[in-house]
């Protein structure tokens, strides 16, 4: 049997081109090149929507819309979302800000664009990236009397994260 009937037999069968490539131990554009060159009309399936896709086999979406929704659907690309989630962290530092007393432990400054949130025991950077920034915020409001945080001004702050590099103690 010569390639271009397994070729036309395998894909008749329901086999997509990379499984006939692998098959075969052809490249994916020799059997893209044969189906083609037979007039074999390729189907796909939309990866959103399961609709069958006439016309290219790499094509993924039956639609703009289709790959919108696969791709956009958890927020993290959409401009509305965004807005959203920017508008509950900012409510939620807040709150934090609210909880912890409004004012900077050290020099007393209550300028709420200034205030951070500071880990007692200097271990913010590896709390950060183990569980992120909102992760934190959430332990801050839940856990007020742990003494693991603190309200600092960003100069204090950065004061005492200075010290501590240098080996002092604020």
């Known amino acids: 049997m010569s390639d271009i009937n397994k070729i036309n037999k395998l894909y008749k069968q329901g086999k997509s081109i990379t499984e006939i490539s692998n098959i075969l131990q052809k490249g994916c554009s020799t059997i893209y090149y044969h189906l ?20 290219m086999q790499t094509k993924r979406f039956c639609s703009k819309n289709c790959k919108d929704k696969k791709y956009y659907h958890n927020g993290y690309r959409n401009k509305n979302n965004k807005k959203k ?41 590896s709390d950060r990236k183990i569980r992120g920034a909102w992760a934190i915020y959430k332990d801050a ?13 960003r100069n204090c702050n950065w004061i005492k994260m ?4 240098e080996g002092g103690a604020f």
């Open 162 to 165: 200075l010290e501590y590099k």
């Open 141 to 153: 409001c839940e856990n007020i009397n742990s003494g693991k945080f603190q309200l600092l001004c």
């Open 85 to 125: 989630c920017k508008n509950n962290y900012k409510k939620l530092r807040n709150k934090v800000i609210n909880i912890y007393g409004g004012i900077c432990v050290y020099c007393g400054i209550s300028d709420e664009r200034i205030l951070t949130l500071d880990h007692v025991n200097n271990d913010g950077n």
């Open 36 to 55: 083609k060159k037979n007039k074999i009309q390729f189907q796909s399936m939309c990866e959103n929507c399961d609709t069958i896709i006439n016309g």
